[in-house]
């Protein structure tokens, strides 16, 4: 078993560092929690609820497929969820429908990916089985997938990874918390302080050190923490800007077999839903695909609360770089007049609320979450181990279905921690 005396420091008050901390403090460990932002969350991102009428999300806003590590912790902190309803809808540069989901090609697709044996990535997948024009559409809808919701790069993402996502995935409907994810940050971070850990906002760790046993933590304002053990939750990006020690830097090589997506997230807020008056009825509209620079939108439906989101993920945000937050909410309104078809003026005259999020340009996150590669996998073994003083831990090394999800961040900080707890 482990030292119940020893001293753990967690880089990191996101979701998978609060998650161990909780854990671990209530296993009587002492635990300092090192957070460089002034709030804890990481890339769950709550936004004034004087803004925009209900504490929204600016970064993770879903809860994805069964979600079990997710849905305890609600139920324990009196948290509810509300399932997404409604119709998706779609726009093809001339019109607006109703999405049809299904293809064609969709039982074929199917098999062959059933019975795919060795991985490959998608866009070889695609070239190999599915090259005629016939298949276009499909193509371009996988890639819109695979792009715009688990900001991959087809010509690096696992195919096997997609398929349990999937086609091996639970059938639990998408859902929102009530409160937003911020409200269950606000629980984890109460029972941490509750249990005893301590969590110290902006502060910036630069560099670990092992020293006679021990670790000593080194901060970018000049604060020093020795400990026994140190876990590191930060995005993978921020990993490779901490100087770690020799172990720790020949462990974290493996990184790179691990992909890593950027989103821009785009919240309007208008005076009233006018969207629900269009002669298309809208009314119970949830998703609006369409190929514009902003191509993803949601509302709040059931929710009447008229905030509209944009979404745009995946390696093709690389050409909104230059924008700042007000040139992403001038697209964010030029794709929506290109789409719903109406005068800017009108849509620009309705909107009291704005705020626009480019995950790439955060310095404490530089983009959004990761995907899984071929090689991901094997990575992620090499970096879940426990086997020294410096610690992995996040939702880009979880190995179930839904890699880059709240629920991963969740179960890795759990799993880190009872590790640790076995010793």
């Given at each position: 078993?482990?030292?119940?005396s ?25 635990v ?28 993770a ?35 607006l ?30 070239r ?16 819109r ?14 195919t096997?990874?997609l ?24 629980v ?63 462990k ?12 821009i997230?785009?919240?309007?807020r208008?005076?009233?839903?006018w ?26 439906y059931p ?12 390696p ?7 924008l700042?937050?007000q ?35 955060d ?26 003083r ?6 880009a ?27």
């Open positions: 078993m482990s030292d119940p020893e001293h753990i420091v967690i880089v990191g008050a996101g979701a998978a560092g609060l998650m161990a901390a909780r854990e671990l403090a209530r296993a009587g460990r002492k300092t929690i090192l957070e460089a932002r002034q709030r804890c969350g990481g890339r769950i991102h709550p936004l004034p609820a004087s803004e925009f009428g209900y504490r929204a999300d600016g970064g806003e879903f809860v994805h497929g069964e979600a079990p590590v997710t849905r305890a912790l609600l139920r324990d902190a009196g948290l509810s969820l509300q399932e997404i309803e409604g119709e998706q809808w779609s726009f093809d540069g001339t019109r429908a109703r999405e049809d989901r299904r293809d064609l090609h969709e039982a074929e697709l199917q098999a062959t990916l059933r019975g795919l044996k060795d991985d490959l990535v998608v866009a070889d997948f695609l190999r089985h599915f090259a005629g024009d016939d298949y276009a559409p499909m193509r371009r809808s996988i890639e997938m695979v792009e715009g919701y688990d900001a991959a790069d087809p010509e690096r993402a696992s096997l990874a398929r349990a996502e999937w086609m091996d995935g639970g059938h639990a409907p998408l859902a929102r918390i009530d409160g937003g994810y911020g409200a269950m940050i606000d984890l971070a109460a029972d941490c302080r509750r249990h005893g850990a301590t969590i110290r906002l902006g502060t910036v760790v630069s560099a670990l050190a092992e020293e006679g046993g021990a670790v000593t933590v080194r901060c970018a304002g000049g604060d020093v923490h020795a400990c026994d053990r140190v876990i590191l939750t930060v995005p993978l990006p921020l990993l490779r800007e901490i100087a770690l020690p020799a172990e720790a830097r020949a974290l090589a493996a990184a790179d077999d691990i992909g890593f997506g950027n989103v997230k785009i919240l309007l208008f005076t009233r839903p969207w629900r008056e269009r002669k298309e009825n809208l009314a119970d509209m949830t998703f609006l695909l369409s190929d514009q620079v902003i191509p993803v939108w949601w509302t709040r929710d009447q609360q008229p905030v509209l989101t944009g979404w745009f993920g995946g093709r945000t690389a050409e909104l770089e230059g700042d937050p040139g992403l909410i001038d697209a964010g309104l030029s794709s929506l007049v290109a789409v719903l078809g109406l005068p800017r003026d009108d849509i620009a005259r309705e909107l009291v609320a704005a705020a626009a999020i480019n995950w790439a340009h310095r404490f996150a530089r983009g959004a979450y990761s995907w899984a590669t071929p090689r991901t996998r094997e990575a992620q073994a090499i970096l879940a181990r426990a086997d020294g410096v610690l992995f831990s996040g939702e090394l979880y190995r179930g279905r839904d890699m880059g999800t709240v629920e991963a961040a969740l179960a890795s900080g759990l799993e880190t921690a009872e590790r640790i707890l076995q010793g």
